[in-house]
C-alpha cells in the first residue's frame, strides 16, 4: 500500500495549472478521460478507481489507519490527491463542458477522506470551501437515495445514474473530509461552516448518512 500512496503522490505532484487549454466544439467525455490519462502516467487513476472496489475499500481503510498511527503518512499524499481533484476539474471546463456534470476521479475523495484524518494540516480549507460550494448546488435527478452509504460509495453504473452517485458519494466523502480537519480550520471558516451546515440540518435539506458523519 505505501508503494501505490508513493505512486500517487508522484504522479499527483502535477499543478493543476498546467494543463492546457482547450478550444473544441467537439470536446466529449471520451477525449476527456483520455487527456486526463494521459496526464498521469503509471495507471494512477486505474489504481484509485481500484480502491472503490467493494472488496478492495475496507482493507484500504485498514492500512491507511495503520500506517497513520505509525506516522508513515506523508503531506505529499494529501497534497497529490487534492492536485488530482483540481487538475480533472479544470481540463473539464476546459472543454467547455458543464460542470455540474463533472466528478473527481474515482477514489480520489476516498482516498483523501483516508488520510486526512491523519494529515489535517496538509488540507487546504479554500480548495475543500470551493468544492463544498461546487457538490452543494441542487442538480436535477441527483437526489441522494436512502439506501446511499459511505461503504462502497464509488461504485457506480454507467451514464447519468453513473454520475448521479458518485456525485452523492463525492458529496459525502468531502463532508468526511471537512470533518477530519475541522479542529485545524481557522476560526473564521470553522464559525462560517459550521453556521452553513447547521442552517442545512435545521431545513431537513441533508441526507441522514451526512448528518451521521458530522456527528461522527
Known sequence: MELVL??????????????????DSKSSTVNFEKELEALYPEGVLHVLEEICNGEVTPWVKKICTSLGKKRRLRPKIAIALQNVIKTSE??????????????????????????????????NWDFLHHHWKLLDK??????????TKAEG????????????????GDRVLLLQTISNVSVELPP???????????????GFNMHSTEVFILFL
Open 6 to 23: 508513493d505512486r500517487v503522490s508522484r504522479a499527483g505532484s502535477i499543478a493543476f495549472h498546467a494543463v492546457p487549454n482547450v478550444q
Open 90 to 123: 479544470h481540463l473539464w471546463l476546459s472543454h467547455s463542458m458543464p460542470i455540474e456534470n463533472w466528478t473527481a476521479p474515482a477514489g480520489a475523495w476516498l482516498l483523501l477522506s483516508e488520510v486526512s484524518s491523519f494529515l489535517p494540516k496538509a488540507i
Open 138 to 147: 441542487d442538480r436535477s435527478g441527483n437526489k441522494l437515495k436512502s439506501s
Open 153 to 168: 460509495i464509488c461504485e457506480a453504473g454507467e451514464g447519468l445514474e453513473s454520475n448521479s452517485v458518485s456525485w452523492a
Open 188 to 202: 473564521e471558516p470553522a464559525a462560517e461552516l459550521a453556521h452553513d451546515l447547521l442552517k442545512r440540518i435545521d
